[in-house]
Nanobody, 120 residues
Framework: QVQLVESGGGSVQAGGSLRLSCAAS?????MGWFRQASGKEREGVAY???????MYIASVKGRFTISRDNAKNTLYLQMNSLKPEDTAMYYC?????????????????WGQGTQVTVSS
């Protein structure tokens, strides 16, 4: 069992920055950030493996950075140059298997979400 608690969401103007945090109750091989905008399907934003591999969706490359602090079992998502289209509920997810992706299949555990709102 992995419990996940997100924090760091909020409201910012376009061009601003936010850092999301996800505190995990234990380590997991695959950890990722997903988001779901109102009226849209949930999409994978970025993932990070325990081996240090990271992957991003095209729309956030160069603006978002995923990282983890293994000592604290905490996953981060640094979001810079935010755009109104980044507005969504952001979820942290964890998978304990040996695979990782931007799809939902590898993930078993999910946080409750934290809202990010970007105004123009």
């Amino acid at each position: 069992q992995v419990q996940l608690v997100e924090s760091g969401g909020g409201s910012v103007q376009a061009g601003g920055s936010l850092r999301l945090s996800c505190a995990a109750s234990r380590s997991a091989y695959c950890m990722g950030w997903f988001r779901q905008a109102s009226g849209k399907e949930r999409e994978g934003v970025a993932y990070n493996t325990a081996g240090g591999t990271s992957m991003y969706i095209a729309s956030v490359k160069g603006r978002f950075t995923i990282s983890r602090d293994n000592a604290k079992n905490t996953l981060y998502l640094q979001m810079n140059s935010l755009k109104p289209e980044d507005t969504a509920m952001y979820y942290c997810a964890a998978g304990v298997g040996s695979s990782c992706s931007l799809g939902e299949t590898p993930y078993t555990y999910w946080g409750q979400g934290t809202q990010v709102t970007v105004s123009s």
